[in-house]
């Protein structure tokens, strides 16, 4: 399985981004997605995850502001990022579980190199 996330960037505060991940290597439409986040000098933490029927879930801190969807058909996952904050300065990774939700983090079996995001205030 290789996940590969793109879109990541540069952007003020209060701009918005779209990161990508697709998949491949994996019969992805069973599987559940996630996309977490490490900031420097904290520990890997959850941002948003969705499952095979599209059930999604939220870090609080990211609810209304956020969105996590799937293309199925092109094995791709996407976080909308808007009304970005300083503190969402992290590197951004796509995690997969062939084995439920992606969530707890200890589900997630395979991720991706990371996609860095930096919010400037």
């Known amino acids: 399985v290789q996940l590969v996330e793109s879109g990541g960037g540069l952007v003020q505060a209060g701009g918005s981004l779209r990161l990508s991940c697709v998949a491949s290597g994996t019969i992805f439409r069973f599987n559940g997605m996630g996309w977490y986040r490490q900031a420097p000098g904290k520990q890997r933490e959850l941002v948003a995850t969705?499952?095979?029927?599209?059930?999604?879930n939220y870090a609080e801190s990211v609810k209304g502001r956020f969105t996590i969807s799937r293309d199925d058909a092109k094995n791709w996952v996407y976080l909308q990022m808007n009304s970005l904050k300083s503190e969402n300065t992290a590197v951004y990774y796509c995690g997969d579980s062939r084995v439920g939700p992606a969530t707890p983090q200890s589900r997630v079996e395979y991720w991706g190199q990371g996609t860095p995001v930096t919010v400037s205030s």
């Open positions: 969705i499952t095979s029927s599209a059930s999604r």
